[in-house]
């Protein structure tokens, strides 16, 4: 009898819940930049000897930065990421990055070599 009671329980009862508060504007994610202010491209080399083109020191907002990656993914034709305001591409694309940089009229420096 047990049984009939805690189903009928468990109908009854809705678990509801919300993590953010309600009525809070959505604030613009802060970009972190490089204390030059100057957009730096670099190559590292990551686990299993895989390449990655990092660019550091994009300006603007976070909205602009992610729209500016997916271009720069875009036209190199391969993945990426973007972490903490660097945004990683997947091997070495160095060229076009700079190129695409320059087309759009942002100046960049090679770091490393």
Do not use: F
Not at 89 to 102: M, P
């Amino acid at each position: 009898m047990w049984y009939k009671n805690s189903v009928s329980r468990r109908e009854e009862s809705r678990l509801v819940y919300s993590t953010g508060g309600e009525g809070e504007p959505a604030r613009p994610t802060p970009v972190a930049r490089t204390d030059s202010g100057q957009i730096r491209i670099r190559l590292d080399r990551r686990a299993s000897n895989r390449v990655v083109t990092v660019v550091t020191g994009l300006p603007g907002p976070a909205a602009a930065i992610a729209a500016l990656a997916r271009s720069l993914k875009l036209a190199c034709g391969t993945g990426g990421t973007l972490k903490d305001g660097a945004l990683e591409l997947q091997g070495d694309h160095r060229d076009k990055v700079e190129a695409v940089l320059g087309a759009a009229g942002l100046k960049s420096k090679r770091s490393g070599g």
